[in-house]
């Protein structure tokens, strides 16, 4: 199994930058990809970002497409989103999510979820 903890959602306004961390453990070498998905109040489960676990494919969704970028860590374990330019439409829960076997789109693809962190974007 794999266990995956966010961090480093908050407030901050409009135009700002925050980075989201998501710490993996467990058995990572099962992972094939990263992504992170988002969910306002309301509004379905949506696509942001995911990245291969080994190697360097990434996909974003049109929405952050030039303002979100994901990466890995030196270490191989903890997978950050960082995020510029952050508008109120950003508001949501971040979750990251584990692929074991695609870099995976939807919230299907995915067989493992982190609790989940709240970003805050006022205008």
């Known amino acids: 199994q794999v266990q995956l903890v966010e961090s480093g959602g908050g407030l901050v306004q409009a135009g700002g930058s925050l980075r989201l961390s998501c710490a993996t453990s467990?058995?990572?070498?099962?992972?094939?990809?990263l992504g992170w998905f988002r969910q306002a109040p309301g509004k379905e489960r949506e696509f942001v970002a995911a990245?291969?676990?080994?190697?360097?494919?990434?996909y974003y969704a049109d929405s952050v497409k030039g303002r979100f970028t994901i990466s890995r860590d030196n270490a191989k374990n903890t997978v950050y989103l960082q995020m510029n330019s952050l508008k109120a439409e950003d508001t949501a829960v971040y979750a990251c999510?584990?692929?074991?076997?695609?870099?995976?789109?939807?919230?299907?693809?995915?067989?493992?979820w982190g609790q989940g962190t709240q970003v805050t974007v006022s205008s």
């Open positions: 467990g058995r990572t070498s099962s992972i094939y990809a």
């Open positions: 999510a584990a692929d074991l076997d695609q870099i995976g789109r939807t919230a299907n693809s995915y067989e493992y």
């Open positions: 990245i291969r676990w080994r190697g360097v494919s990434t």
